[in-house]
C-alpha cells in the first residue's frame, strides 16, 4: 500500500526544506498598508529543530503584533527588553520547551528564533504591520520586500565582517531553494479608481463593493519583490487621528502635507553621476542602470554641468572635472553607458563616493547614484556623505534593492531616493529625480501650531521636502485638535519662510490605536534616540509594545512533560533564494518543454524551469522561463585557448596603456578592426585623456567622420609611427595581455591580417600623425591634459 507524503521542498541532494510558504494579505486606505504575513514552517527531521529565519519588511513599517499556531495550538507573547528575552529564550530551550523571538537588526532586517520545533510538527507565524506610505507626484509606489540579496561587505565572500549583526543571523542564499509566495492586496477608497500595474509579477484586478483586490495571476516565488504602481492618484491633504494606545485620554495625529512648491523647470543643475559596476549588478540590474543613465543624459538641458564615474572595488572616473551638458558631450556619456558592465568586483562603495566627492566643480554639485545597495554596513558610508555636504539622490534598481540602506543615505544627505525594477520603465522615475534636482532647496522646514493647539510633542522637523512628495507630521494632543495647521519653508539664503501648504485640522479621519503606535515607532527614529543605551527609547518601546533595537518580541510555550525535547535542537538557518537578476542570474527565454541541462565542459548542470505567461505576447508557442546563472552560460572561446602569453608595456604602474604599451597590443593580434569605438579604447585602459582628445579635438575637425572612422585611423597612426616603438627589456612595467585581448577578440574568423580597415581615413591619420609628432614611446604628448573644459 502507498502511503501519502505531505508535500515539501528539496534540495538537489534530497535534504527537505523547512520553510513551506510565505503568504502576504493587506489593507490599503489613504496614506496606510496594514498588512498581515504568514510564515509556514514544517520540522521534516527526526530530531527538534531550532529554525532561523532572517526576512525584509518595508521601509518605515512598524511590527504590531506576532501570533503563532504551534500543531492545533494558538499562542500569543508580548515584547520585552532585549537582553531578558534572549535569557528566557534559551532557557526555554534548554528545559525542552518551545520559544519563539524576534528581534529587529541594525540594517533594519527581521530575525525569527523558533526554538524547539518537533519533529513532524507544522508551525504557522503570523505577523502584522503597518506602513505610512509616500505619495511621489501624484503616484504611489508600493514595494513589499520578500528577499535579502547577498551583500558585499569587503571581504572575499558575502559573509559580513564588518555588521554588528551576529554571525548566525546573516542570510545565507541557496540557487536550490523555491520557495512558494502568494499575496492579496486590497486597496480602498480612491485607491481603487487609480491606475494599477505590477513591474515584478503577473497580477489579477478585481473590483468588487469599491474595493480593488490584486493578487497574483499565479504562484510567485520568494526570489523577487513585490512592487505595485499606482498613478493618476490626487494630491489632498490629508489628517487622521486616534486614542493613544498608552493613555486613552490622549491624542495622536498624523497629517500629510503635499507641498506645492513653485518650479523653476529651466533652472541648471551641477550634478555629479556615480553608477554601481560591481558584479552583483550582472545581468538585470546593470540593464536597468543602463536605461535609467541614459533616460538621465537625455534630461540634461543647456548650462547643466555632469560628470561620469563607474565604481566595484575601484572607481574609475570618465573625466577629472565637469563636464558642460552639450550635443558632443552628451553623445560621449550615451557612447559610456553603451559599454558599462558590471565587471569591477565589489562595492567599495564609501571609497568611490568620497573619490566623486572630491572631483573638481565650480558649483556646489549634488551627487547621483544608481546602485542596487547590497553593502553590509551602510553606517560609515552616510558618517562620510554627510561629512562632504553633498545631497545624494539614489536610484536603485534591481529585484531586491537594499531599500533601507538606500533611503538612510538619501534623508541623511537631504536627498532623495527612488526605485526602479529591472522590468520597470525608468522614466518615471528619473523624471521624479530630476524634478527633485531642479526643486528649490530649503534650509528649515516647521510647523506652525494654532494657539489654541498646542501639542505634547511632535515628530522632527523634515530636513528637506520636494514638490509633490509627501511630507508627515505626527503629533500627540491632549485635546482634538482644531485649527489650521502650516507648513513653513525657508529657502536658502532668504530671511523669510514661505508657506508649503497648511491642513484644517477640524477634518479629521477618526482611526483606532494603532496610529499611535506608529507614531511612537517614529519618534522613536528621531536622532535623538539613537544611542543604544537610550532608557526613554527602551521604555517607550515597551510602553507601546514595539519590537527595536532594545526590544524583542518573546513567546514561551512550556511543553508537557511527555513532549519536550531531550537534548538541544539542531540548529537550521533558512537559506533565502538569490535574487532573480543578481550577480548575472538573469532569465532566457527558451523554446521548450523540457527540463533544461547546461553543457559547461567539465561538467553539468540543472536548471529549474518556469513557465512564462504574459498577456502581452499574443503566441501560440510555449515559451520557457528559466533563471540562469551567468557562470552556466558562458562558452569557452577556442581562440582565447590557443593565445599566448604576452605583455604590454605601460609607463607607470597601473593600467594606464604607454602608446608603446598599444603597439605591443596591437602586434599580439593580426586583427585590426576589432577597435571600433571609443569605449573599445577605454576598456583597454588606454588614458581617458588620450580618448577625450580623440572625440573632443580630434572627431571635430572631420564632419563627416564616425566614431569607427576616428578610432580605425587612430591605431592604424599609431600602428605607422616606429617612434612609439621600444624593446622589452627597456622597462620592466608588464601586464598580461591576455585580460585584454579575450574581451576585444570578437570575431576570431574574420581576421584582416594584411588589409587595411574599411573605416581608415587616410586624411585624419596624416592629422593625427602631425599632433602626435615628438610622441615618445613610454608617454602621450602632455598636451593631452590640458583641454577637457573644467
Not at 574609475?316 to 572635472?321: Q, T, V
Not at 547546461?598 to 505576447?617: P, T
Request: charged share 25%; aromatic share 8%.
Amino acid at each position: 500500500m502507498n502511503t501519502l507524503q505531505h508535500a515539501c521542498l528539496k534540495t538537489t541532494s534530497g535534504k527537505e526544506f523547512i520553510l513551506e510558504s510565505i503568504r502576504m494579505s493587506g489593507d490599503v486606505r489613504g496614506l496606510m498598508l496594514d498588512m498581515q504575513m504568514t510564515q509556514q514552517f514544517y520540522n521534516h527531521m527526526s530530531s527538534h529543530a531550532e529554525v532561523i529565519y532572517t526576512f525584509p519588511l518595508p521601509w518605515g513599517a512598524v511590527l504590531l503584533s506576532v501570533e503563532v499556531t504551534l500543531g492545533e495550538r494558538k499562542l500569543t507573547g508580548i515584547v520585552v527588553e532585549k537582553k531578558q528575552a534572549e535569557v528566557e529564550y534559551e532557557e526555554a530551550l534548554s528545559s525542552g520547551d518551545t520559544a519563539v523571538m524576534l528581534e529587529k537588526n541594525s540594517d533594519h532586517s527581521y530575525s525569527l528564533n523558533l526554538g524547539n520545533l518537533a519533529p513532524k510538527e507544522h508551525c504557522s507565524i503570523f505577523i502584522r504591520y503597518a506602513q505610512t506610505l509616500q505619495f511621489e507626484q501624484q503616484g504611489l509606489r508600493l514595494l513589499i520586500p520578500t528577499v535579502i540579496a547577498p551583500r558585499y561587505d569587503g571581504s572575499k565572500s558575502y559573509v559580513s565582517k564588518r555588521s554588528d549583526i551576529p554571525e548566525y543571523l546573516i542570510p545565507r542564499h541557496t540557487l536550490a531553494a523555491d520557495y512558494p509566495f502568494d499575496i492579496e492586496l486590497r486597496l480602498h477608497d480612491v485607491l481603487a479608481q487609480a491606475r494599477i500595474a505590477s513591474p515584478s509579477h503577473l497580477v489579477a484586478q478585481k473590483n468588487r463593493g469599491g474595493i480593488a483586490y490584486i493578487s497574483l495571476s499565479r504562484q510567485g516565488t520568494l526570489d523577487k519583490d513585490f512592487v505595485l504602481v499606482l498613478d493618476q492618484l490626487s494630491d489632498n491633504a490629508v489628517v487622521a487621528i486616534g486614542p493613544d494606545y498608552v493613555n486613552a485620554e490622549r491624542h495622536v495625529m498624523l497629517a500629510s502635507f503635499y507641498p506645492q512648491i513653485p518650479q523653476n523647470t529651466s533652472a541648471n543643475i551641477s550634478v555629479k553621476i556615480l553608477v554601481d559596476c560591481s558584479g552583483s549588478m550582472a545581468g538585470d540590474s546593470i540593464s536597468a542602470a543602463r536605461r535609467s543613465l541614459q533616460s538621465i543624459i537625455e534630461n540634461l538641458i543647456d548650462g547643466d554641468r555632469f560628470s561620469l564615474s563607474r565604481f566595484g572595488n575601484h572607481v574609475e572616473h570618465r573625466s577629472r572635472a565637469m563636464w558642460k551638458s552639450a550635443p558632443a558631450s552628451k553623445a560621449a556619456a550615451q557612447r559610456w553607458i553603451d559599454g558599462l558592465e558590471a565587471d569591477l568586483g565589489g562595492t567599495e562603495m564609501e571609497a568611490a563616493l568620497n573619490s566623486t566627492f572630491d572631483l573638481n566643480d565650480k558649483l556646489q554639485s549634488d551627487v547621483l547614484l544608481i546602485t542596487d545597495g547590497d553593502i553590509t554596513d551602510i553606517t560609515s558610508v552616510i558618517l562620510s556623505a554627510k561629512k562632504s555636504g553633498h545631497r545624494l539622490f539614489i536610484v536603485g534598481v534591481g529585484n531586491s534593492p537594499a531599500e533601507s540602506h538606500l533611503r538612510r543615505l538619501a534623508d541623511a544627505t537631504k536627498g532623495a531616493c527612488d526605485f526602479v525594477a529591472t522590468s520597470e520603465a525608468v522614466e518615471p522615475a528619473v523624471l521624479r529625480m530630476f524634478n527633485r534636482l531642479r526643486s528649490p532647496h530649503f534650509d528649515t522646514i516647521t510647523c506652525v501650531w494654532p494657539e489654541e493647539c498646542t501639542p505634547i510633542w511632535t515628530s522632527e522637523n523634515m530636513s528637506t521636502l520636494f514638490e509633490g512628495d509627501t511630507c508627515h507630521v505626527f503629533a500627540m494632543l491632549a485635546q482634538k485638535p482644531r485649527g489650521v495647521l502650516q507648513l513653513l519653508g525657508q529657502r536658502a539664503g532668504s530671511t523669510s519662510p514661505e508657506l508649503l501648504g497648511k491642513i484644517d485640522m477640524s477634518s479629521v479621519t477618526t482611526t483606532d490605536v494603532q496610529l499611535s503606535r506608529i507614531a511612537a515607532n517614529a519618534r522613536l527614529n528621531a536622532s535623538s534616540f539613537i544611542s543604544p543605551d537610550n532608557a526613554e527609547a527602551e521604555k517607550i518601546a515597551l510602553d507601546y509594545q514595539l519590537v527595536t533595537a532594545h526590544t524583542n518580541f518573546l513567546l514561551i510555550h512550556e511543553r508537557p512533560e511527555s513532549e519536550k525535547a531531550n537534548d538541544m535542537p539542531t540548529l537550521y538557518q533558512v537559506k533565502h533564494i538569490v535574487p532573480a537578476g543578481h550577480s548575472g542570474i538573469g532569465q532566457t527565454r527558451l523554446r521548450t518543454i523540457d527540463p533544461l541541462v547546461v553543457d559547461s565542459g567539465s561538467y553539468k548542470a540543472a536548471v529549474f524551469r518556469r513557465e512564462l505567461v504574459s498577456d502581452r505576447i499574443k503566441t501560440s508557442e510555449t515559451f520557457t522561463d528559466y533563471d540562469i546563472p551567468a557562470f552556466l552560460r558562458k562558452k569557452p572561446d577556442d581562440a582565447e585557448k590557443a593565445f599566448e602569453p604576452q605583455h604590454v608595456y605601460v609607463a607607470t604602474p597601473g593600467l594606464s596603456l604607454s602608446p608603446s604599451g598599444l603597439l605591443c597590443l596591437l602586434d599580439a593580434t593580426p586583427d585590426r578592426d576589432w577597435l571600433i569605438s571609443f569605449n573599445d579604447l577605454r576598456d583597454l585602459k588606454l588614458s581617458d585623456s588620450v580618448i577625450d582628445w580623440l572625440e573632443f579635438v580630434v572627431m571635430p575637425q572631420f564632419p563627416w567622420a564616425t566614431e569607427s572612422n576616428i578610432v580605425t585611423s587612430f591605431i592604424y597612426a599609431v600602428s605607422r609611427m616606429d617612434a612609439c616603438r621600444v624593446l622589452p627589456e627597456q622597462t620592466n612595467n608588464k601586464v598580461d595581455i591576455r585580460s585584454f585581448f579575450k574581451r576585444f577578440k570578437k570575431n576570431p574568423g574574420q581576421s584582416l591580417p594584411q588589409k587595411v580597415s574599411p573605416h581608415v581615413d587616410m586624411k585624419i591619420v596624416e592629422e593625427i600623425q602631425r599632433l602626435l609628432k615628438g610622441i615618445q614611446p613610454q608617454q602621450w604628448p602632455v598636451e593631452f591634459n590640458d583641454f577637457v573644459d573644467a
